[in-house]
């Protein structure tokens, strides 16, 4: 059974950098699209960005260059770095598998495997 | 950016009833367009992909339809363990971006 677990600092002060990794048990990160999404208490849903095994990336704009995600596949897990961080950054952080599905008009891609989320907070 | 506005944002329902969600896109998104279930304190579900396909194991009660930048999400006959918040998800362009979710409660 395919699981993912995120790992890394509950508490983050604002200025530095947020730091989290997310390990899939159960198969191979050597395939598919990894991703980060993020959700502050009470918000909705916020895609942060995503990654293949290769190590091409593509981000939300909206970080404004703060977020790198990286992959490792000796180590079977794949990071989230996110600089500079404020207040604004509190949520819970989820990692989560991107599977590409044909379809007749098109590639639809979907997370359909989730971690169970880590609360970051950031403060002083 | 892709905006995703769902309503109602909030609904309440009783065993038994049938539940509709609509899911609007600022613009076209053909059927680039996910559902997912979300319980308190707990990751989000697929249920839905590509607008109208159930996800392996998500129970038949549960269907979409739409394109465009119109969507649906029904639940033909809600049980108890279907009170939770409905997000919807556009997967068309680059920028991947979720609606602000609908919350279904108990009447």
């Known amino acids: 059974q395919v699981q993912l677990q995120e790992s890394g600092p509950g508490l983050v002060k604002p200025s530095e950098t947020l730091s989290l990794t997310c390990t899939l048990s159960g198969g191979s990160i050597s395939s598919y699209y990894w991703s980060w999404i993020r959700q502050p208490p009470g918000k909705e849903l916020e895609w942060l960005g995503y990654i293949y095994y290769t190590g091409s990336t593509n981000y939300n704009p909206s970080l404004k260059s703060r977020a790198t995600i990286s992959v490792d596949t000796s180590k079977n897990h794949f990071s989230l770095l996110l600089s500079s961080v404020t207040a604004a950054d509190t949520a819970v952080y989820y990692c989560?598998?991107?599977?590409?599905?044909?379809?007749?008009?098109?590639?639809?891609?979907?997370?359909?495997?989730w971690g169970q989320g880590t609360m970051v907070t950031v403060s002083s | 950016d892709i905006q995703m506005t769902q309503s109602p944002s909030s609904l309440s329902a009783s065993v038994g009833d049938r539940v509709t969600i609509t899911c609007r896109a600022s613009?076209?998104?053909?059927?680039?367009l996910n559902w997912y279930q979300q319980k308190p304190g707990k990751a989000p579900k697929l249920l839905i992909y590509?607008?109208?396909t159930l996800q392996s194991g998500v129970p038949s009660r549960f269907s979409g339809s739409g394109s465009g930048p119109d969507f649906t999400l029904t639940i033909s006959s809600l049980q108890p363990e279907d009170f939770a918040t409905y997000y919807c998800?556009?997967?068309?362009?680059?920028?991947?971006?979720f609606g602000q979710g609908t919350k279904v409660e108990i009447k």
């Open positions: 613009q076209s998104i053909s059927s680039f």
């Open positions: 989560a598998r991107n599977v590409p599905r044909s379809t007749v008009f098109g590639v639809v891609y979907a997370f359909d495997i």
């Open positions: 998800q556009q997967t068309y362009d680059s920028l991947w971006t």
């Open positions: 590509a607008a109208f």
